[in-house]
T-cell receptor, first 116, second 113 residues
Framework: DADVTQTPRNRITKTGKRIMLECSQT?????MYWYRQDPGLGLRLIYY???????NKGEISDGYSVSRQAQAKFSLSLESAIPNQTALYFC???????????????FGEGSWLTVV | GDSVTQMEGPVTLSEEAFLTINCTYT??????LFWYVQYPGEGLQLLLK?????DKGSNKGFEATYRKETTSFHLEKGSVQVSDSAVYFC????????????FGRGTSLIVHP
């Protein structure tokens, strides 16, 4: 089984609809992230969480919200989806316990979201 | 702020050719540097990393050396294979602060038989 699991893997939704992307991890990591990938723009950070009680905005948080339901679960919501939110979304985790910059980030396989 | 600049792709090579993908960074302090690889239809996975100046990271025939004087971390492979076709991302994380990684825009590599 994958260390970081995202659901759904693919979703087509209509403009104005609410959509939730879910992420769960078995790494036991405290830190979780949501990224968005667009062609030519690389990865952009949407939100991140360092523990269950900690939520932080990334560089492109407008139009998104998150919930850290447990150490292992971090969901991303689009409250009212719009077409320019069509993208590939990645959840990721890392271990920040040692406060070292060398810790690896582990990614899920991605969720393709199309807003029509 | 911190940033990572990668050469634009796609990079197209024949099998067994030599590969270089350039990566330069801007950051205060002494970041750790990473290369991640994304194979088609998959998430990113760590390819190699280096945590201090002059360190060389290596994995699967790929190498990159942390060059503080030129703020670079170029990815190289002596003989690429078709299976190396993927998107490669350079990234940095700084000591201190939030340790949030900064990624480059990615470079697509296409290897032909």
């Amino acid at each position: 089984d994958a260390d970081v699991t995202q659901t759904p893997r693919n979703r087509i939704t209509k403009t104005g609809k609410r959509i939730m992307l879910e992420c769960s991890q078995t790494k036991g990591h405290d830190r979780m992230y949501w990224y968005r990938q667009d062609p030519g723009l690389g990865l952009r950070l949407i939100y991140y969480s360092f523990d269950v009680k900690d939520i932080n905005k990334g560089e492109i948080s407008d139009g998104y919200s998150v919930s850290r339901q447990a150490q292992a679960k971090f969901s991303l919501s689009l409250e009212s989806a719009i077409p320019n939110q069509t993208a590939l979304y990645f959840c990721a985790t890392s271990d920040g316990g040692q406060l070292t910059s060398g810790n690896t980030i582990y990614f899920g396989e991605g969720s393709w979201l199309t807003v029509v | 702020g911190d940033s990572v600049t990668q050469m634009e792709g796609p990079v197209t090579l024949s099998e067994e050719a030599f590969l270089t993908i350039n990566c330069t960074y801007t950051a205060t302090g002494y970041p750790s540097l990473f290369w991640y690889v994304q194979y088609p239809g998959e998430g990113l996975q760590l390819l190699l990393k280096a945590t201090k100046a002059d360190d060389k990271g290596s994995n699967k025939g790929f190498e990159a050396t942390y060059r503080k004087e030129t703020t670079s971390f170029h990815l190289e492979k002596g003989s690429v294979q078709v299976s190396d076709s993927a998107v490669y991302f350079c990234a940095l994380k700084k000591r201190g602060g939030s340790y949030i990684p900064t990624f480059g825009r990615g470079t697509s590599l296409i290897v032909h038989p």
